[in-house]
């Protein structure tokens, strides 16, 4: 069975401060790896999409990579801002006949203080 | 304006009763999906359905049910068996690979 850990639950920076968000997951047979954001009682904001054939994807500020034999995942965010504070969230599609779901993981809440 | 509206944004239920959570996207996709979300937990899937008049459980359908009897529209309804409700509750689509979800703004259903 898949399982999708984030580390650490909770991080607090100061305004400017480079950061790295884990996750972990247990089955390296996946078909994609998903960052997501999400703002306290919203809905989930896509941001990179990793195929499992690829090693990282950027956008922004934010770089995403994909180490899939160690099942790990790194989201790197760059130059913080307090608008970058939400909770992330790591998702893995299994790979599995017929539909693939998603399996998320428990997210990392950031705060970005200025 | 495309996307995911959910309703109502606040939903209370009481002792034994039955309510139901609305999703409906405008987007044109075939997948739709019903997730819950709990404190310190990730996103557990409910029911999802890949085309019209058709669904399949998640991981926890238990005490629930669904219908999808027009595209863009997913009901979600809470039954009485369900013994522990009060939780966030997010529906998403997606096209038919289910590669991007998109997400609604959720429901978030408390027990009086």
């Known amino acids: 069975k898949q399982e999708v850990t984030q580390i650490p639950a909770a991080l607090s920076v100061p305004e400017g401060e480079n950061l790295v968000l884990n996750c972990s997951f247990t089955?390296?047979?996946?078909?994609?790896l998903q960052w997501f954001r999400q703002d306290p009682g919203k809905g989930l904001t896509s941001l990179l999409l990793?195929?499992?054939?690829?090693r990282e994807q950027t956008s922004g500020r934010l770089n995403a990579s994909l180490d899939k034999s160690s099942g790990r995942s790194t989201l790197y965010i760059a130059a913080s801002q307090p608008g970058d504070s939400a909770t992330y969230l790591c998702?893995?599609?299994?790979?599995?006949?017929?539909?693939?779901?998603?399996?998320f993981g428990t997210g990392t809440r950031l705060l970005v203080s200025p | 304006d495309g996307g995911i509206t959910q309703s109502p944004k606040y939903l209370f239920r009481k002792e034994g009763q039955n309510v139901t959570l609305s999703c409906e996207q405008n987007?044109?996709?075939?997948?739709m999906y019903w997730y819950r979300q709990d404190p310190g937990q990730g996103l557990r899937l409910i029911y999802y359905?890949?085309?019209?008049?058709?669904?399949q459980k998640g991981d926890i359908a238990e005490g629930y049910s669904v219908s999808r009897e027009k595209k863009e529209s997913f009901p979600l309804t809470v039954t009485s068996a369900q013994k522990n409700p009060t939780a966030f509750y997010l529906c998403?689509?997606?096209?038919?690979?289910?590669?991007?979800?998109?997400f609604g703004a959720g429901t978030r259903l408390s027990v009086l």
């Open positions: 359905s890949q085309i019209v008049n058709d669904f």
């Open positions: 089955d390296s047979a996946i078909y994609n």
């Open positions: 998403a689509s997606s096209e038919m690979d289910g590669n991007i979800q998109y």
């Open positions: 998702a893995v599609r299994r790979m599995n006949t017929g539909f693939q779901k998603l399996v």
């Open positions: 990793i195929q499992s054939s690829q």
């Open positions: 987007l044109n996709h075939d997948a």
